[in-house]
């Protein structure tokens, strides 16, 4: 339908200062290490390129840390965005002794994305697995709702929807490559670690009457 002109609030400028050192700890409520990186949010023109690398370390997290070390229950690919920025990462839901070995894989897992070209095939099965998933995404009116509503940034932006799995389909090896290499360049990524929310709770230093 038709989308009636109104006011709306600017998005807030992140605050990205505390971005100054490489450890941070207190990001989960369960214990845990990730490795994230800034993005520029759903309107960034890598928006598409982001989505298959999540696919494909989503793919690559469980097999490494599930599977062949059982270092994890639930590794995943963390994403957290806004119109305009957001977090993209890798994150492992594990004791803090395993924290170190958990942090070695999923470095290797970032720098075989970052030093090569992802082979053909494994490109071209990614990202046919990326759009089934796409399409089978929708399923409810209040999908379709969800999904209008959170492409407004990019109507305001463009002045009309993209077709989004025409954007998926036009992806190469080249642009996943170069915008891997972006995400993950050292100075822009930073390391969370969070131990047992209960321990650290009992850790806190108690105040004097």
Excluded: C
């Amino acid at each position: 339908g038709a989308l009636s002109a109104g006011d709306t609030e600017p998005p807030e400028t992140p605050k990205v200062s505390s971005f100054d050192r490489d450890e941070y700890r207190g990001f989960s409520e369960e214990p845990g290490v990730s490795i994230l990186t800034r993005t520029y949010g759903m309107t960034g023109d890598d928006y598409y390129a982001r989505q298959f690398l999540q696919h494909l370390l989503e793919e690559r997290l469980y097999a490494r840390l599930r599977l062949d070390t059982a270092l994890t229950y639930t590794p995943s690919s963390y994403v957290s965005e806004g119109a305009d920025w957001g977090l993209f990462g890798l994150h492992a839901e594990t004791s803090a002794e395993n924290h170190d070995q958990a942090l070695r894989i999923m470095r290797a897992i970032i720098n075989e994305l970052t030093e090569a070209l992802l082979p053909a095939d494994e490109f071209r099965r990614i990202k046919l697995s990326l759009l089934r998933q796409w399409a089978q995404s929708i399923e409810t009116n209040s999908d379709y709702a969800g999904y209008y509503t959170g492409s407004l940034p990019q109507f305001r932006r463009d002045g009309h929807f993209l077709n989004e799995e025409v954007q998926i389909a036009a992806l190469t090896p080249e642009r996943v490559h170069a915008v891997a290499k972006r995400l993950f360049a050292p100075a822009r990524t930073v390391v969370v670690r969070d131990r047992d929310i209960q321990t650290r709770i009992a850790s806190r230093p108690t105040s004097r009457p």
